[in-house]
């Protein structure tokens, strides 16, 4: 069964350093989402993205964030400068364009020290 | 701006009980719901959706649900839990009118004793 795959599992940075979160979405989906959880909280949209540029984001997709699809199968999350509330979890989906059900990944662990 | 509440933060059960998590969520729109299950280290699974007609809809791994508009309520049940049913269980909303983000529920961690 085709699933979304996330690298890294585990992502350790410095505050102020830049990360690149990446993902796989399946192959024939083409809507893209982030989103994250921070340990106890809920999870929280952060963006989606179709036919190459952002559909939608919340507040929390400041600047500081960024999301590319440098080619036909990775879709990446760039924080620029890292913050440490910036510590989550952060989930990739997918979804075919007429089915709303989106495919999480095993997502990634960002910590920043 | 929308908003999705889970009535319980941790519940504990015995084996062969019968489980029924809340989901409240508060917009008065067309909505597309959820129930998504996460396994201590696993990744979200989805257990069911609901998008239109018969507001009782099934799921995988004997769960159910059911759609009551005018409560806006959407709420998970399985009438004998078993022990590899230990996991977090998220309700998620996508109101349809603002696009195809899901807005989640805080969760409700289920422990089934032995």
């Known amino acids: 069964e085709p699933e979304v795959t996330q690298t890294p599992s585990h992502q350790v940075t410095q505050m102020g350093q830049e990360v690149i979160l990446r993902c796989v979405p399946i192959s024939n989906h083409l809507y893209f989402y982030w989103y994250r959880q921070i340990l106890g909280q809920k999870v929280e949209f952060l963006v989606s993205?179709?036919?190459?540029?952002?559909?939608?984001k919340s507040e929390i997709f400041d600047d500081q964030f960024s999301v590319e699809r440098p080619d036909g199968s990775n879709f990446t999350l760039k924080i620029r400068s890292t913050k440490l509330e910036d510590s989550a979890m952060y989930f990739c989906a997918s979804s075919e364009p007429n089915d709303n059900e989106q495919f999480f990944g095993p997502g990634t662990r960002l910590t920043v020290l | 701006a929308q908003s999705v509440s889970q009535h319980n933060h941790h519940v504990i059960l015995s084996e062969a009980a019968s489980l029924e998590l809340g989901c409240n969520y508060s917009y008065g729109g067309t909505v597309n719901l959820f129930w998504y299950v996460q396994y201590p280290g696993q990744h979200l699974q989805l257990l069911l959706k609901y998008f239109s007609g018969d507001p009782l809809v099934k799921g995988i791994k004997g769960f159910e649900a059911e759609f009551i508009k005018s409560k806006f309520s959407f709420n998970l049940r399985k009438p004998s839990v078993q022990w590899s049913d230990t996991a977090e269980y998220f309700c998620?909303?996508?109101?349809?009118?603002?696009?195809?983000?899901?807005?989640f529920g805080p969760g409700t961690r289920l422990s089934v004793l032995p």
């Open positions: 998620a909303v996508n109101a349809v009118a603002y696009g195809q983000n899901f807005v």
């Open positions: 993205f179709y036919n190459n540029e952002i559909s939608e």
